[in-house]
């Protein structure tokens, strides 16, 4: 049974740039949660996904967005790259209306330069 | 400011010992609280989790306690082993009702690491 996996594991860009992450739930999930975890902090939430619609989103501006595909799989782009971004991005899922524990991934590293 | 918080950064065991791990949080709404395992490069590992309704829940080697009264949530380990050294995070969420997609924001704190000294 596949856990929640994402990709790619690392990532460097420069400021400006874009970034698409990618994550596939854990077999049987069908919500999808990202977050970001700077060094040394817990993770912050960013916004979640539910038949394909973003349903809650956490402090994080416009630059952050994401999409959910009928195979539950999600992505998280960002847009206008900034330093401060660098962090690591978890992604988590759970099942809607079921079991209340979020599983998450192991998360990609970006740096930004 | 954040919601969830811990009293102690950093906790150095014997292996062996008891570990304690604390946790304070501030939203009288929280209903339902998870501890989290952290090991370096990987992502947060479920441990145990802890509805509001409950006050003390036990798993393997773990055990969660909820004081409702004073916010406090703590992580018992029992015979701390070398493997449990990491970060432990506890994290919160508020059941708010909707969209009828449910709601599910997990709020964390900063998170101690523990050591295990063999």
């Known amino acids: 049974d596949a856990g929640v996996t994402q990709s790619p594991t690392h990532l460097i860009k420069t400021r400006g740039q874009q970034v698409t992450l990618r994550c596939s739930p854990k077999s049987g999930h069908d919500t999808v949660s990202w977050y970001q975890q700077a060094l040394g902090q817990g993770p912050q939430f960013i916004f979640q996904?539910?038949?394909?619609?973003?349903?809650q989103r956490g402090n994080f501006p416009d630059r952050f967005s994401g999409h959910q595909f009928p195979n539950y799989s999600s992505e998280l782009n960002v847009n206008a790259l900034l330093l401060g971004d660098s962090a690591l991005y978890l992604c988590?899922?759970?099942?809607?209306?079921?079991?209340?524990?979020?599983?998450f991934g192991s998360g990609t590293q970006l740096s930004v330069l | 400011g954040e919601s969830v918080g811990l009293h102690l950064p950093t906790l150095s065991v014997q292996e062996g010992d008891n570990s304690i791990i604390n946790c304070a949080y501030s939203?009288?709404?929280?209903?339902?609280f998870i501890w989290y395992k952290q090991e370096s490069g990987k992502g947060p590992q479920f441990i145990i989790d802890?509805?509001?309704?409950?006050d003390k829940r036990q798993g393997q080697r773990v055990t969660v306690l909820l004081n409702k009264t004073v916010k406090h949530l703590s992580l018992q380990i029992a015979a701390t082993q070398p493997g449990d050294s990491a970060v432990y995070f506890c994290a919160e969420n508020i059941n708010w009702a909707y969209s009828g997609a449910g709601s599910y924001q997990l709020t964390f704190g900063k998170g101690t690491k523990l050591s295990v000294i063999p």
């Open positions: 939203n009288s709404a929280s209903d339902y």
């Open positions: 802890i509805r509001s309704n409950m």
């Open positions: 996904y539910y038949e394909e619609e973003e349903r």
């Open positions: 988590a899922s759970r099942v809607q209306g079921g079991d209340e524990k979020l599983f």
